[in-house]
Antibody, heavy 118, light 108 residues
Framework: EGRLVESGGGLVQPGGSLRLSCEAS????????IHWVRQAPGKGLVWVSR????????RYADSVKGRFTVSRDNTRNTVFLQMSNLRAEDTALYYC????????????WGQGTTVTVS | SYVLSQPPSVSVAPGQTATITCGGN??????VHWYHQKPGQAPVVIVY???ARPSGIPERFSGSKSGNTATLTINRVEAGDEADYYC???????????FGTGTQVTVL
């Protein structure tokens, strides 16, 4: 079925940096797109970024472009979200999720890791 | 940027039918996915590609699309269906994914 586990969240001051990790297990990691989705406290889901299976195609939401960088290491079954110049509005629970393709939904999600910018 | 609009809340009695809409420009040409999210839990996909249901999702959940509106229908609503529901698409113009504004379903 597959499993994703996020880590790396924490409290950081405005302007600071943080690196999140998303470790996969139980499925062929290198064949899936991995997305980052965040959810501010009491708010809805917001798409942040995605990376294709071989790491050559990456997209970012306008709100994080230029500040966040996504990468993946298929030898470690892990995707990273490097967040820089953090703002209060980046405070959220960050999920990673896998996607097989545009016609499929995000069918496996992690439990999320919390980022607080204050 | 592309916007998907959902009603903020829907209330339904047990055993009745809940209908949640998702509106967006040219939605008819897009593949729509639906998720539910219960408090303190990660989202779960319940409909993908507008009307397909993942294995393990009850037949009570169904999706459809007409014009610029996608619809999630929950038949024979149960107390356990209380959750937030989100639609989601890929916007080919921006190459971004987009989530709807979310609908809170309350079972009376």
């Amino acid at each position: 079925e597959g499993r994703l586990v996020e880590s790396g969240g924490g409290l950081v001051q405005p302007g600071g940096s943080l690196r999140l990790s998303c470790e996969a297990s139980g499925f062929t990691f290198k064949t899936y797109w991995i997305h980052w989705v965040r959810q501010a406290p009491g708010k809805g889901l917001v798409w942040v970024s995605r990376i294709n299976p071989d790491g050559t195609t990456i997209r970012y939401a306008d709100s994080v472009k230029g500040r966040f960088t996504v990468s993946r290491d298929n030898t470690r079954n892990t995707v990273f979200l490097q967040m820089s110049n953090l703002r209060a509005e980046d405070t959220a629970l960050y999920y990673c999720a896998r996607v097989q393709g545009f016609y499929y939904g995000m069918d496996v999600w992690g439990q999320g890791t919390t980022v607080t910018v204050s | 940027s592309y916007v998907l609009s959902q009603p903020p809340s829907v209330s339904v009695a047990p055993g009745q039918t809940a209908t949640i809409t998702c509106g967006g420009n040219r939605l008819g040409s897009k593949s729509v996915h639906w998720y539910h999210q219960k408090p303190g839990q990660a989202p779960v996909v319940i409909v993908y590609d507008s009307d397909a249901r993942p294995s393990g999702i009850p037949e009570r959940f169904s999706g459809s699309k007409s014009g610029n509106t996608a619809t999630l229908t929950i038949n024979r609503v149960e107390a356990g269906d209380e959750a937030d529901y989100y639609c989601q698409v890929w916007d080919s113009d921006t190459d971004h994914y987009v989530f709807g504004t979310g609908t809170q379903v309350t079972v009376l």
